[in-house]
């Protein structure tokens, strides 16, 4: 991070309000390339070998088509390659090489690799919870996102909260820019203010506590949110920018059709002394409870 970085009482309101809050600059050019480089060998040495070759569907334009299989429910607590449907043909065989064909690589990057382990707990991120006034934070559900180029797939309208619940609602997310974000290559989206609108009514959830029958969308409403396109604010961001993310706010992502990549890395925080749904998809598991910001022990 920046050495002279401060998280002041401007940005946590102007978070509050809008619900999301660009931060340009938040860490180096130099840890952008290395964090890069990272992903990049954990995609080379990728074995294909045994993999199931799980795709990460993010729900299409209705939000109702998600992934839910065991590989997904139980990579809470693992590091696990998740390819983008575009990688693969109509008859399910892969036609793009295997570094240019992972959507993602999850869940628990922020404990189990030591390079994203460092960075995802360094002193400016604790100083951001504390300051959001967060009790007991934890971190969970750490990824790698690639927006591949041509193939990236487009992420609809959602509030993160409905995948992370916590009663009442604390997650927020920590997106780090690894590469420039644009309108081109599949940047953020949002529709500010929409966290004081749009209560969490909808949760994405397990069918069963143990992953048998694998996820499903429960609660109120159909997935879709009541603002026109001309109500979200494009969230261009370059290397090194940190995006702070309300669990509750709208936000979207649209296909990559370019040629360029989009790297980036996320994970979420919620409140640790709120109760975390026993119906979330992500679940703590005994050899890896979920990992506490304020109580990191390099």
Known sequence: MVADFAFTDAMKAQFLDQGYLILPGFFSPADAARLKTRADELLRDMDLTHHPMTKFETGGESGEKHIGDAYFLESGDKIRYFFEEGAFDAQGNLV?????????????????????????????????????????????????????????????????????YTDPPSAVGFWYALEDCTLTNGCL?????????????????????????????????????????????????????????????????????SDKSRFIYTFHVVDGSRTYDEKNWLQPTPELPFDSLFDYRA
């Open 96 to 164: 793009k090489p295997k570094e240019r064909a992972i959507n993602k690589i999850g869940h628990a990057l922020h404990v189990l690799d030591p390079t994203f382990r460092e960075f995802s707990h360094r002193p400016a991120i604790v100083d951001i919870a504390r300051k959001l006034d967060f009790v007991k934070p934890v971190i969970l559900q750490s990824m790698l996102i690639f927006k591949q180029p041509q193939i990236g797939g487009a992420v609809p309208p959602h509030q993160d909260s409905t995948f992370l």
């Open 189 to 257: 989206t949002f529709v500010p203010g929409s966290h004081k609108a749009c209560p969490i009514k909808r949760r994405f959830v397990r069918v069963h506590p143990s992953g048998e029958g694998g996820t499903t969308f429960e609660g109120e409403g159909d997935g879709k949110y009541p603002y026109p396109e001309s109500d979200y604010v494009v969230g261009e961001v370059k290397a090194g920018s940190l995006v702070l993310i309300h669990g509750g706010v709208v936000h979207a992502s649209a296909a990559n059709k």
